[in-house]
């Protein structure tokens, strides 16, 4: 036996002659602080952002549609020691805390673009990486070699994505459709007239889906959009890309690419994602695919199901930058 180890030993027993000196605990190790911050978007609009101070590369997450920054609630421990900015887009407290109308158009990659530089300008990094999830993931920018270190799609929607569900599933699209552009046609009381028997039910699942999973801010957050028809429209298939962009992010050989999904999605087809996975790979990406179990929401439910993967191509993609 080690003799020191021996020493220590007996120094504790009773029959040691000598009382010992009990050790001081180790000091408490103080949990990361999150400040709260906004800036300026390209077109002067005020966007809030939540940030944790630390060193080498930040990342920049941005969500989806109907869900805010509340649902990267339990993704706050992601990536430990680095910088973290969790960027909260506008209609979701930024400005007005409202979900409606004004949550549209090319104005979405022009703020995510925006937080890209003040992710940069709060760390000090010359280059970030940048996670979206969901419809979060359509509203980045085509990576700029330059700024962005690596890009991460998370769920991600894709255009066109109707075409990968079941059939019986795509005769229900495609009936919904036709319907969609019947109701538009009869004008503003009969469109929304069928937004809140057609489509709010469908967001109330998601959000009482939510609430099964603990994450309440979210829950309500979405229930709140429900009640709204001009968020409402922003989930048909039309309103919806032309709110994100036709492609979502372009291949880059320069920025490599993550794309995770979920085996049981209910929102996104595995199928699509790995459709998409795909193009961006023979579009000369270094695409990284990983999938986990579950449904849409259960990746913020249990970050446990996509951490590893995504911070096993952090640090894989930060030893092809070195």
């Given at each position: 036996m080690n003799e020191t180890l021996l020493a220590a030993m007996l120094a504790v027993m009773p029959w040691s002659g000598e009382k010992a000196a009990v050790p001081a605990p180790p ?296």
């Open positions: 000091p408490a190790v103080a949990a990361p602080s999150w400040t709260r911050g906004s800036f300026a978007s390209v077109d002067g609009a005020r966007l809030s952002y939540q940030y944790r101070a630390g060193a080498g590369p930040a990342v920049l997450l941005v969500h989806g549609i109907g869900v805010g920054a509340s649902g990267f609630t339990r993704w706050r421990e992601f990536f430990p020691g680095r910088p973290l900015m969790i960027l909260e887009r506008r209609g979701y407290g930024s400005p007005s805390g409202r979900v409606d109308e004004n949550d549209a158009g090319a104005v979405n990659q022009d703020d995510v673009s925006a937080a890209i530089d003040e992710a940069r300008r709060l760390s000090g990094s010359p280059r970030v990486g940048v996670l979206g999830y969901s419809l979060g993931a359509m509203l980045i920018p085509a990576p700029d070699p330059a700024r962005v270190l690596w890009v991460a799609l998370i769920c991600p929607g894709v255009p066109g994505m109707a075409n990968d569900l079941p059939a019986s599933e795509q005769a229900l699209a495609a009936q919904t459709r036709y319907w969609f552009g019947v109701a538009r046609l009869g004008g503003p009381l009969a469109l929304q007239n069928w937004l809140e028997t057609v489509v709010a039910p469908g967001v109330r699942e998601l959000s009482d889906k939510a609430r099964s999973l603990g994450l309440n801010e979210t829950a309500d957050e979405v229930a709140a959009g429900a009640k709204s028809p001009a968020f409402l429209n922003l989930y048909t298939e039309e309103s919806l890309w032309a709110y994100a962009q036709k492609d979502g992010p372009a291949a880059s050989s320069r920025v490599p690419m993550f794309v995770g999904y979920a085996q049981d999605d209910q929102v996104v087809p595995p199928a699509a994602v790995q459709r998409r996975a795909a193009q961006l790979s023979s579009a000369g990406a270094r695409v990284t695919v990983a999938h986990w179990p579950g449904d849409h929401l259960d990746a913020l439910a249990t970050p446990t199901l996509a951490r590893p993967a995504l911070e096993a191509f952090d640090a894989a993609a930060a030893a092809i930058a070195r």
